[in-house]
């Protein structure tokens, strides 16, 4: 009894380890294109001053690649889930979902972006990919 309850605990230990926790939200996925697109924004804005912004940029995003593509991909899934569109034309609404995050940075944060922020930006980076949802 106690060798079979032994074979049961390690299985599930396992088994729980080798999959993932969570499954990304479709919230989590927009937040996470979110910080791309700000970072992107910032990134072309501050590159106007000299800096090496989009040097960071390139490496931040090669970095988080992996996360970008799943949360893209986890939008078009959950479109096609909601049975509103079909898998083909799941692509847009990502695509969508991105034009509206770029109107959304325009109205609300592009004002607010100087030189002084400029000088942080490999901290704004930093930041944004410590709110990145895996």
């Not at 993932?20 to 001053?49: D, H, I, K, S, V």
Request: overall charge positive; aromatic content about 8%.
């Amino acid at each position: 009894m106690r060798t079979h309850f032994r074979t049961i605990l390690t299985f599930t230990l396992l088994t729980t380890l080798a999959m993932p926790t969570w499954a990304m939200t479709e919230t989590q996925a927009a937040n996470n294109l979110m910080y791309l697109t700000a970072a992107r924004n910032e990134g072309a804005f501050c590159e106007q001053f000299g800096g090496k912004s989009m040097k960071a940029l390139i490496t931040w995003e090669t970095k988080n690649k992996e996360t970008f593509e799943r949360s893209t991909k986890a939008i078009e899934d959950f479109a096609v889930k909601s049975q509103k569109v079909s898998k083909e034309e799941a692509k847009d609404v990502s695509l969508g979902l991105m034009a509206r995050l770029q109107q959304r940075d325009d109205r609300e944060l592009a004002a607010r972006r100087t030189r002084v922020t400029c000088s942080k930006y490999t901290e704004s980076l930093t930041l944004y990919e410590s709110k990145l949802a895996r």
